[in-house]
């Protein structure tokens, strides 16, 4: 018999099935970017062989709500009074450079990978191409928008008329076509007049771009909204028929019921930031779960906490254990199956790509390997709880994107490490943080 041929071969390894149950000794297979698991491990060939053992193999995390052009306002961030973003993250982001947001592009990607972050949705900068260029040399899959407001308050670097919004979006979506593709987004709906909110979200519907901002993640916010316009944000996107194609929510934290019924009728999709949330916050996540919302986990950008979303899943269940558990003596308000659910399959979806966030047969091959042959993950009952509890971003060992090994041992395979982090540190130093 001829010996089937192959582009990566793992032998006796472990996986997660789409089930949340772990397959042992298992042989993974991965040929033209697709994935393949065999019973029979024998007469193969492969370009690559990795050697399984000790490996626990599960869909790469995606990170629905990331923050790009803050990757270098890491520190500055925590215990700040609200609200952050209008007092430090947009001024600091007006002052960027192209060449220090391709600096932040590059770090992130760097931070993502050696996290177990195969996928990312960017809620926007001013310079989408450059973060495009990075991003797609990585071999990470991303999604990503202009920062779009108009504003008079907002620096004049950021603000941008409705028109030209909607023609820089449309451009992106056109010249994006690999890994990394276009997105429409607004800074926050109280950040844009009605004129661009309207003409941007009618222009994304219209050309099948899927749509993201922030929503509902301060309180005062929504009471700004309510003042403006008479109805709470999601209410408003319902009665202006908003929200007829894809849509990405980060945060909704405060939600009313009507806005929770709306969200489940439209489809939209959740991105919850659980570390930067804590200070604003707890979502009800078991009722939009409980609707069939898909929710899935962000990491709001390097400057909440970092990119490790094995972090944010560990802390958002500590969250939901005491604020929602507690009271009602639900020992497994967010069991771990949930957990990694939100981090793979869920928020994969917010990728608009079919296929991703489960390891099944002929799935685009997005996966990681955790090394769990170390004292704090092994000898373990249960994997996947092991994984919940105990599992860092620094135990991921190998990262295969797209059918193309990105990281081996460690040893991020697609970008200069070494160059990038003298680059960050010529910065550090120009900017008086060394």
């Known amino acids: 018999m001829n010996a089937q041929t192959y582009d990566i071969l793992i032998k006796d390894t472990s996986y997660i099935k789409s089930d949340m149950q772990v397959v042992k000794h298992a042989t993974i297979a991965i040929k033209e970017g697709r994935l393949s698991f065999l019973v029979d491990g024998t007469n193969l060939l492969a370009t690559q062989e990795l050697d399984g053992s000790s490996l626990l193999w599960m869909p790469g995390l995606v990170d629905g709500h990331l923050h790009t052009s803050q990757q270098l306002l890491r520190g500055r961030l925590l215990d700040e009074r609200p609200v952050i973003w209008k007092r430090i993250n947009v001024p600091f982001e007006s002052t960027l450079t192209e060449q220090e947001s391709s600096l932040s592009a590059s770090l992130a990607a760097l931070e993502m990978m050696k996290a177990g972050t195969t996928g990312f949705v960017d809620v926007g900068g001013r310079f989408a191409l450059s973060f495009a260029q990075v991003y797609e040399q990585s071999g990470l899959r991303g999604r990503l928008s202009y920062m779009a407001n108009d504003n008079p308050n907002a620096p004049a670097s950021l603000r941008v ?4 919004a909607v023609g820089r979006m449309l451009d992106l979506h056109t010249q994006l076509t690999g890994r990394v593709k276009g997105y429409a987004s607004v800074t926050a709906l109280t950040a844009a ?41 999601f209410e408003y996107l319902e009665n202006e028929g908003l929200l007829a194609g894809p849509f990405v929510a980060a945060h909704c934290i405060f939600l ?38 898909a929710v899935g986990f962000g990491t709001d950008g390097s400057a909440h906490g970092g990119l490790d979303l094995f972090k944010e899943i ?6 939901m254990n005491a604020v929602k558990g507690v009271g009602s003596a639900d020992y497994a308000v967010m069991d771990a199956a949930t957990l990694l659910k939100m981090a793979t399959s869920n928020a994969a979806g917010m990728l608009n790509h079919t296929g991703l966030g489960t390891l099944v047969e002929g799935a685009p091959a997005d996966l ?48 200069d490490e070494e160059k990038i982090r003298h680059e960050a540190k010529q910065w550090a130093v120009a900017h008086g943080l060394v």
């Open 256 to 293: 009313s019921e009507r806005e929770k019924e709306i969200i489940q009728h439209r489809g939209v999709m959740v991105a919850h930031c659980p570390f930067s949330n804590c200070g604003k916050g707890v979502p009800d996540t078991p009722n939009l779960l409980a609707r069939g919302v």
């Open 314 to 319: 560990r802390l958002f269940r500590g969250v």
């Open 161 to 164: 008329t409705a028109m030209d």
């Open 193 to 233: 007049s009605e004129n661009m909110i309207k003409q941007m979200i009618t222009a994304a519907q219209e050309n099948g771009i899927p749509f993201e901002t922030h929503m509902n993640e301060y309180a005062s916010e929504v009471f700004e909204f309510v003042e403006r316009y008479q109805m709470r944000p």
């Open 368 to 415: 990681i390997a955790l090394n769990m042959d170390q004292v704090h993950m092994w000898p373990t009952h249960n994997m996947v709880n092991t994984v919940v509890e105990s599992a860092s971003g620094s135990d991921v060992v190998h990262s295969i994107i797209d059918g193309r090994l990105v990281m081996k041992d460690r040893v991020v395979l697609t970008l």
